[in-house]
């Protein structure tokens, strides 16, 4: 027989464990219960969440400037049994923000650690601190004159490290695969601290080049988990190329989707498209390329294929629209637009146009939302259009890079979706490696609206569910439903579970560090089924 687990602290939020807090950041650096969501630029909850509902309320914030602050705080949390959940911008919004999976933990946000400590221009990586934005991460660069640039995701505000710790996805060439993160510092469940890969050797110089080290590779194991804490991480980097040409390819008809998954796995692996090409329905493609005229009809309600047609056909962004990019010289650039251009016009219907070729000191003028992202230039239009009544939550199943595949699962989640919202479809289709891609769906609900946000997030658990059964999982997962989506990683009785739980009670039996993250308790909080 299973038992829920503990989903609130023994203890709550005493008047000294505020002080003690207080002792260890200064009364600036902690924020009470009642003030999580007062500053509108830096709440502490996630505004996507159903109004009114407490569950997933941090009891205080706190936050540290220093890594031995960190390491006092957990102290605190060890001695106390209060947990802690870290967060390092808390911009996760539509898969829980800076919320903790306990209600009444200490809310620990790594916002003010946000110092760039090094950038090295000769082996091309920097080093950061967690609350380091994209935006921050690459005013640096700029100001130091650097040749270098950094891939980064579709908005600019959240942290580097945040962002790759949670699976975050980035489109440049380091994009793909978790191919730029090399080399952790990290706070462990007692306070101590860990240096992963060639870090264990003191000023080993090889540490933020060399992704493993001797024995096994640990970075990994800090990746949607309750480990450890983060506190400073390397990040590989990209010379500036001569020439970058973003591309956009569009098909005609919903149909001709698997024709043209197929066609961009094997431009992958032939290596003649790098980065993280990413596909859009008409209705997202207009959000990704700020169609405000588009975007305001959709939020009006459901519109019946034959607008879609219509808007696809008038706008020119097709049925799928693919957003990518070349990078290299101006001979290999050319040489790869004619060999894409070749391989898409097989599609009927389909159009290729090169919006430009851009050398490194012309970033400037580049007017498209999509072309700015992948030149590395971060930035939040993607959301500028969106007012006080929109919110979403994020389904986003790894899918194996084969047409029929991606067209059955967009099928499946489509009518859900339409079914139960009553809404339009929207969808991305981010390719994160020649073989396998996420497919990225948004469950839209105006989250002033309780009603409406619980339907939604019965939406969500639905769909998790029958994606399940039919062999699919997330690659990340709200934390509302974080249980769900660990329970359906089942082969060989749960021994996938079984495997993590010993790893959080031999380092943190008492649940110190995120309880609950991703489904991982310790035994001394009881076994865990999905939540009902």
Known sequence: MTTAPTEQPEQG??????????????????????????DPDWP???????PGDETYTAGVAVHPTTTEQVQEIVRLANETGLPVSTHSQGRNNGYGGSSPRVGGSISLSLRRMNRV???????????????????????????RGSRLQVSVPDLGWGSVVGNSLDNGVTYLPYGADFQAPCGMEVVLPDGSLLRTGMGAMPDNPAWHTYKRGVGPT?????????????????????????????????????????????????????????????????LMAATMT???????????????????????????????????????????VDLQVRQVREAWERIPGSTLSVQGVYGPDEYARIASISDRITAGVPNLDVIKHKGEGFGHIGIAPIVPMVGDHVMEVVDLV?????????????AGILVVNERSCALVSS???DPRDPDQARAAYATARELVAELAARGYSEYRAHLDFMED????????????????????????????????????????????????
């Open 44 to 50: 502490l909850r996630d505004p996507y969440w159903v």
């Open 218 to 282: 640990l970075d990994p194991l800090f990746i949607q988990s309750n480990f450890g804490i983060v506190v400073r991480m390397g990040v590989w980097l990209m010379p500036s190329p001569e020439a970058y040409a973003p591309l956009l390819l569009t098909v005609a008809a919903d149909g001709d989707l698997p024709r043209a998954i197929d066609t961009v796995r094997e431009l992958r692996l032939a290596n003649r498209l790098r980065g993280v090409p990413s596909f859009y329905n008409t």
């Open 290 to 332: 700020g169609v405000a005229d588009v975007i305001a009809r959709a939020e009006k309600g459901f519109l019946p294929d034959d607008d879609v047609q219509r808007i696809a056909d008038e706008t020119g962004l097709g049925r799928w629209y693919l957003r990518s990019a070349l990078w290299g010289s101006r001979a290999e």
């Open 117 to 143: 400590l090094e950038i090295n221009e000769e082996l091309a990586y920097a080093v950061v601190e967690p609350g380091v934005r994209w935006f921050d991460l690459y005013d640096e660069l700029r100001a």
């Open 414 to 426: 489509r009518d859900i979706i339409e079914q139960r919202t009553g809404l339009n479809y929207k």
């Open 13 to 38: 939020v005493t008047p000294d464990i505020v002080r003690r807090l207080i002792a260890i950041v200064g009364a600036d650096a902690v924020t009470a219960q009642d003030d999580l969501m007062s």
């Open 443 to 445: 469950i839209n609900f």
């Open 485 to 532: 989506v660990a329970g359906f990683m089942s082969w060989n009785d749960h021994a996938y579970r079984r495997f993590v739980t010993r790893i959080k009670d031999a380092i943190d039996p008492a649940g110190v560090l995120s309880p609950g993250r991703y489904g991982i308790w310790p035994s001394s909080r009881g076994s865990h089924p999905p939540r009902s």
